[in-house]
């Protein structure tokens, strides 16, 4: 296991409030991802960062911001939550010359 | 990006071998073939991955067509605990070095005993 946490775990919020989701790492990998899993679909990234400081969009990027100011922290932030992004949140890491990626326990978000 | 079509579901006896197989007419020569698993209530997790040549692993074996348009993922004695959604994934190597990884629906592997 690479070391992933997330944080929190579960999460209620109402729509329009601001929601930080936490990823930590203790493998100094390099590369950090965000996914979200809904019913029917597979994992869809929304963000990704290749090092400190350095992020780009993934293919569902829109009303989701991060950051990464550590390499062992990736912070997704839901500006103003809305009910379609109640998802379960994973985040994932992968070390450089790596193939693999690891996936931490996920963070289950419900926005009523 | 070059797509994967798997069965939604399969089912094994316990102790039985598995193959899953993954389709991938229109992958490119660049793409390698990854595959992951996804235990229930987990995030997904690495199982293998190859590019021309067969490869194998302590978890499992991908056997790749000499096309490289299908390939199968073998469980040689499944157990409970493989029970889970088995993704093949594309990985296209000229996607510079974020490696980014497209998964579809999955095979959800039933294992009874």
């Known amino acids: 296991d690479a070391g992933i946490t997330q944080s929190p775990r579960h999460k209620v919020t109402e729509t329009g409030t601001p929601v930080t989701l936490r990823c930590h790492q203790t493998?100094?990998?390099?590369?950090m991802y965000w996914y979200r899993q809904d019913p029917g679909h597979g994992l869809r990234l929304i963000h990704y960062?290749?090092?400190?400081?350095?992020?780009d969009k993934g293919e569902v990027s829109d009303g989701y911001s991060v950051s990464r100011s550590k390499t062992e922290d990736f912070l997704l932030t839901l500006e103003s939550a809305t009910s379609s992004q109640t998802s379960v949140y994973f985040c994932?890491?992968?070390?450089?010359?790596?193939?693999?990626?690891?996936f931490g326990p996920g963070t289950r978000l419900t926005v009523t | 990006d070059a797509k994967t079509t798997q069965p939604n579901s399969m089912e094994s006896n316990e102790e039985e071998p598995v193959h899953l197989p993954c389709n991938h007419s229109?992958?490119?020569?660049?793409?390698?073939i990854h595959w992951y698993r996804q235990l229930p209530s987990q995030g997904p997790e690495y199982v293998i991955h190859?590019?021309?040549s067969n490869v194998n692993n302590r978890m499992a074996s991908l056997a790749i067509a000499e096309d490289r348009k299908s390939s199968t993922l073998i469980l040689h004695r499944a157990t409970l605990r493989d029970a889970a959604v088995y993704y093949c994934?594309?990985?296209?190597?000229?996607?510079?070095?974020?490696?980014?990884?497209?998964f579809g629906t999955g095979t959800r592997l039933q294992v009874t005993l």
């Open positions: 994932a890491t992968r070390g450089a010359g790596a193939y693999e990626q690891y």
């Open positions: 493998e100094n990998h390099r590369y």
């Open positions: 960062s290749y090092g400190v400081k350095d992020t």
């Open positions: 229109t992958i490119s020569g660049t793409d390698y």
């Open positions: 994934i594309l990985r296209d190597a000229n996607t510079g070095t974020a490696s980014k990884l497209t």
């Open positions: 190859g590019l021309t």
